[in-house]
């Protein structure tokens, strides 16, 4: 148990559904990320956010949304997905963005998406 | 092109064997980091390395960064079934505090 919670932890959705996915971390941290992981690609940051506000898109497709209402709980809404976009997705927080060499990030278990 | 390059990319041994699984890369990191993740849940931190040349034991894992702050490595000694999952490393660049993944080594240690 890091402190970071995400749900659901399965998902499979259709190409025309929407969906959103939930972290929620009790660490009392400030800085929340989603990351992807596939099969074959190494781990991917997606978005950053750091005291509620996005600090970082790394050129993630519209289709995915994110919304960070506080501190604690960071949110990923998706809406007309593509099959390849299946894969692990990846919560974590840390005290600060941007720390350097001093600022852990914990993960949280994780979401496995399907996309038919 | 993968800015990490993690080698090997699965290993299976016997318990009580030694291994190293290497972490490297062009660039040179500010930081780096060791993550090990079991199935069904997200990584976790092993251990940060930030001095070229640093030496950092945990239990029976020992982490080395290289000289030039290019390069680590990941020893296990006597291997348990425990220890078993995908080992990923993570870097800062000098360039920029978000962490780039390797691609990870699975690990399986039997019995």
């Known amino acids: 148990e890091t402190g970071v919670t995400q749900t659901p932890r399965h998902l499979v959705m259709g190409m025309t559904n929407k969906k959103s996915l939930k972290c929620e971390q009790h660490l009392g941290h400030n800085a929340m990320y989603w990351y992807k992981q596939s099969a074959k690609k190494p781990l991917e940051l997606m978005f950053v956010y750091n005291f509620k506000e996005q600090t970082e898109n790394n050129s993630v497709p519209s289709r995915f949304s994110p919304e960070c209402p506080n501190s604690s709980h960071l949110f990923l809404h998706l809406h007309t997905l593509q099959p390849e976009d299946s894969a692990l997705y990846l919560c974590?927080?840390?005290?600060?963005?941007?720390?350097?060499?001093?600022?852990?990030?914990?993960f949280g278990p994780g979401t496995r998406l399907t996309v038919l | 092109t993968q800015l990490l390059e993690q080698s090997p990319q699965f290993l299976s041994i016997q318990e009580g064997e030694n291994l190293t699984v290497y972490c490297n890369s062009s660039s040179v990191f500010s930081s780096l980091q060791w993550y090990r993740q079991e199935p069904g849940e997200g990584p976790v931190l092993l251990v940060t390395?930030?001095?070229?040349?640093e030496v950092k034991k945990l239990k029976r894992l020992t982490f080395q960064f290289g000289d030039a702050r290019k390069d680590s490595s990941l020893h296990i000694t006597a291997a348990q079934p425990g220890d078993t999952g995908l080992y990923l490393c993570a870097a800062e660049m000098d360039s920029s505090y978000k962490l780039i993944f390797g691609s990870g080594t699975r690990l399986l240690v039997r019995p």
């Open positions: 974590a927080s840390s005290q600060v963005a941007g720390n350097r060499g001093t600022d852990t990030q914990y």
């Open positions: 390395v930030v001095t070229g040349g």
